[in-house]
């Protein structure tokens, strides 16, 4: 059995930025807290609540005075301006870990709404990223992966705009982004500008998924069962017909004997300690051979 790893696996950089300053924050002693998950991963939140870190119910956290000596972090996927500005009455100090790429979308989804442009987000309702990026717009819509092209082009029309810039969540599938993109253009009679805001960690990410279902047997896809991004390159290697692993532990993998040649690849959100003991599994059980930047 041959195990190809991807070239691409491990932290992107906006994660590791993130998890960075809040170990540091916690090491030095700092009483931090969060809402939500800092970062999709199960075992970096866990490690992290074991250094301390302290996360609070709901995507709006409560307003309370008892933190008024605590830090709060705000995590990888970002925050709306409204909840910024209520946590900065409450906390000492706000510490904003948000991915540099993504508050650049933020940033030039502002600036075009200003000068008039509908922003049209094709994104997933309910994600953090859409939610924080939403936050910051009033004349916007949110078209999900499984829109109706007619019912989009209806609520468009019904925004009465001249206008429209169309811009994406980070993590989205890239190709699908493109084709939804190109469907508005052809179809409607206004100024379309269309703004591929889609991490190049996560398109690169996306190739390499593509590549080892190509030439593998089948993919493990190790990550977070909550990471947008870990999920969409496990569909992309069953979209070529081959059986893609999506798992965090060595114990989630199925018997893997049958197969020759066996891909892998992360999430972005992914430590490579994770990775590391699938591969150390693999080599004691089967006996694999690791190839990597496979």
Avoid: W
Avoid at 238 to 245: C, I, L, T
Wanted: aromatic residues 8%; proline residues 2%.
């Amino acid at each position: 059995m041959k195990v190809y790893v991807a070239a691409s696996t491990g932290f992107c950089y906006g994660v590791n930025r993130a998890v960075s300053i809040c170990e540091r924050l916690l090491k030095n002693g700092i009483d931090v807290y969060t809402n939500g998950e800092l970062v999709h991963n199960e075992e970096v939140v866990g490690n992290l609540k074991k250094m301390g870190l302290k996360i609070l119910e709901g995507e709006k956290p409560v307003i309370d005075n008892e933190f008024d000596s605590s830090t709060f972090a705000v995590r990888a996927h970002g925050i709306s301006p409204e909840i910024e500005r209520d946590l900065r009455k409450s906390f000492r100090r706000v510490v904003d870990l948000t991915c540099p790429i993504v508050y650049n979308v933020f940033r030039l989804a502002e600036g075009l709404e200003k000068k008039g442009y509908l922003i049209v987000v094709y994104g997933k309702k309910g994600h953090a990223e859409v939610d924080a990026l939403c936050g910051r717009l009033n004349n916007y819509l949110l078209v999900e992966p499984s829109y109706d092209l007619n019912e989009v082009f209806s609520e468009i029309l019904k925004k009465r705009c001249d206008k429209v810039a169309i811009i994406s969540q980070t993590t989205m599938n890239h190709k699908d982004f493109m084709e939804f993109s190109s469907q508005i253009e052809q179809s409607l009679d206004a100024k379309i500008d269309v703004f591929d805001t889609i991490c190049s960690v996560t398109v690169k990410r996306e190739e390499e998924a593509r590549r080892l279902a190509e030439v593998c047997d089948a993919v493990i896809v190790v990550g977070g069962k909550k990471s947008s991004n870990t999920r969409k390159l496990a569909q992309i290697v069953q979209d070529f017909g081959k059986s893609a692993f999506h798992v965090r532990e060595p114990d989630e993998l199925p018997e893997l004997s049958n197969f020759e040649k066996i891909g892998l690849i992360s999430g972005t959100s992914t430590p490579y300690v994770q990775i590391q003991r699938i591969l150390d599994y693999i080599e004691t059980k089967y006996e694999g051979e690791v190839i990597h930047n496979g």
